[in-house]
Nanobody, 122 residues
Framework: QVQLVESGGGLVQAGGSLRLSCAAS????????TAWFHQGLGKDREFAAA???????YYADSVQGRFTIVRDNTRNTVYLRMNSLEPDDAGVYYC????????????????WGQGTQVAVAS
């Protein structure tokens, strides 16, 4: 089992920045990808970014160039730096971990955190 705990959400003005953290514990050696998914109000949970255990990063088109995902293996933590935030970026951000090779499909991720709320004021 893998446990994921997110932190770092909050309220920010449009154009501002936030950094989200996802701390993993448990049987983390089996994790291949760690990802962030975004769920806006009344919308489906959608892929935002993922990082492999080797550090290869992948992004949804909507966040490419604005968000950066990195990992600190010494802390078992993955970070999502979000710049130039827009009102559409608001919602709950979930950290997820996968033991497989699929990157962006929600169904590929077996372990999920509780989510952290991001609000963007226009």
């Amino acid at each position: 089992q893998v446990q994921l705990v997110e932190s770092g959400g909050g309220l920010v003005q449009a154009g501002g920045s936030l950094r989200l953290s996802c701390a993993a514990s448990g049987h983390t050696s089996t994790i291949v990808f760690t990802a962030w998914f975004h769920q806006g109000l009344g919308k489906d949970r959608e892929f935002a970014a993922a990082i492999s255990r080797d550090g290869d990063a992948y992004y949804a088109d909507s966040v490419q160039g604005r968000f950066t995902i990195v990992r600190d293996n010494t802390r078992n933590t993955v970070y999502l730096r979000m710049n130039s935030l827009e009102p559409d970026d608001a919602g709950v951000y979930y950290c997820a971990a996968s033991e497989g090779s699929e990157i962006s499909h929600r169904s590929a991720y077996s372990f999920w955190g509780q989510g952290t709320q991001v609000a963007v004021a226009s």
